[in-house]
C-alpha cells in the first residue's frame, strides 16, 4: 500500500481529490501515508481521525495536501461545515471515509475502494474518471 501511494504520488496535482473507501484497518491511511511520502513527506503522517483535516505545506511536501478523515462525522451536514471545496483551489484532497459526503463527492475525483482479502493481503477497486485516465496507466 506505501509503495502504491508513492506511485499515485507521482502522478497526482494540485485540485485533485483522492477518495479512499474500506473498511476499518483496511488499509486507508496507510495509502494515504504513502501518497504523502511520495509527495516528500519525511516522518509519518498522524491518522486524522481526530483533527478531521491534517494539512501539509511545501516546502514539508512537494505540493499542498488536506488530509481528511470523516469518519467521525455524522451526516452530510457536517462535511459541509469543513468547506473542503476550498482545498481544491491549491492543494490536493485525500478523503478517508468519503461515503460521509454522500452525493458531494466531486465527479473528478478518482476513487479507491481496498478490502482486506486475508491477514496481509488487500483487493483495490478503482474508480477512474477522465482527469485520471491518462495518469492512471502510468501507474
Given at each position: 500500500?506505501?509503495?502504491?501511494?508513492?506511485?499515485i504520488a507521482?502522478?497526482?496535482?494540485?485540485?485533485?481529490?483522492i477518495?479512499?473507501?474500506?473498511?476499518?484497518?483496511?488499509?486507508?491511511t496507510?495509502l494515504?501515508r504513502g501518497i504523502?511520502a511520495?509527495?516528500?513527506l519525511?516522518?509519518?503522517?498522524?491518522?486524522?481521525?481526530?483533527a478531521?483535516?491534517?494539512p501539509?505545506?511545501?516546502?514539508e511536501?512537494?505540493?499542498p495536501?488536506?488530509?481528511?478523515?470523516l469518519?467521525r462525522?455524522?451526516?452530510v451536514?457536517e462535511?459541509e461545515?469543513l468547506?473542503?471545496?476550498?482545498?481544491l483551489?491549491?492543494?490536493?484532497?485525500?478523503?478517508?471515509?468519503p461515503?460521509?459526503?454522500?452525493?458531494?463527492?466531486?465527479?473528478h475525483?478518482?476513487h479507491?475502494?481496498?478490502?482486506?482479502?486475508g491477514?496481509?493481503?488487500?483487493?483495490?477497486?478503482?474508480?477512474?474518471p477522465p482527469?485520471?485516465?491518462?495518469?492512471?496507466?502510468?501507474l
Open positions: 500500500m506505501l509503495a502504491f501511494g508513492e506511485r507521482r502522478e497526482a496535482r494540485i485540485g485533485d481529490v477518495a479512499l473507501e474500506g473498511g476499518l484497518g483496511a488499509g486507508k496507510t494515504a504523502l511520495g509527495l516528500g519525511a516522518g509519518e503522517a498522524p491518522s486524522p481521525s481526530f478531521i483535516v491534517q501539509y505545506d511545501i516546502p511536501v512537494r505540493l495536501v488536506a488530509h481528511v478523515d469518519y462525522l455524522d451526516g451536514e462535511t461545515e468547506a473542503l471545496g476550498d482545498y483551489m491549491d492543494s490536493l484532497l485525500l478523503i478517508e471515509w461515503d460521509r459526503l454522500g452525493d458531494a463527492l466531486w465527479p475525483a478518482l479507491l475502494t481496498i478490502m482486506a482479502d491477514d496481509d493481503a488487500r483487493r483495490l477497486t478503482a474508480n477512474v482527469a485520471w485516465t491518462e495518469r492512471w496507466s502510468q
